[in-house]
């Protein structure tokens, strides 16, 4: 199984990011995919998650800001990021899970910052 992720870069305090990820080499459809992201010095957390059947649960520090969707056609799950803050700055992960097996993308670098 494999996941790129793509979209990340640098942007200022209250701009906006849209991460894409595309997911490969298992029946996407049936899957969890969300995204988790890692600060320097931090733990990974979790950011958002959907369901196969589109359920969505977001942290609470993006709540209202992050939206996730997914398009099973492209095999792709998104993460729409407004009103940004320096504090979402970190590595973004794509994630999926399909019953007990999971898998990670590379990550992708978010950097809020003026």
């Known amino acids: 199984v494999q996941l790129q992720a793509s979209g990340g870069g640098l942007v200022q305090p209250g701009g906006s990011l849209r991460l894409s990820c595309v997911v490969s080499?298992?029946?996407?459809?049936?899957?969890?995919v969300g995204w988790y992201r890692q600060g320097e010095g931090n733990q990974r957390e979790m950011v958002a998650t959907?369901?196969?059947?589109?359920?969505?649960n977001y942290a609470d520090s993006v709540k209202g800001r992050f939206t996730i969707s997914r398009d099973n056609a492209k095999n792709s799950v998104f993460l729409l990021m407004n009103s940004l803050k320096p504090e979402d700055t970190g590595v973004y992960y794509c994630?999926?899970?399909?019953?007990?097996?999971?898998?990670w993308g590379k990550g992708t670098q978010v950097t809020v910052s003026s």
């Open positions: 994630y999926r899970r399909w019953g007990s097996s999971g898998s």
């Open positions: 080499g298992t029946m996407f459809n049936y899957n969890v």
């Open positions: 959907i369901s196969s059947g589109g359920s969505t």
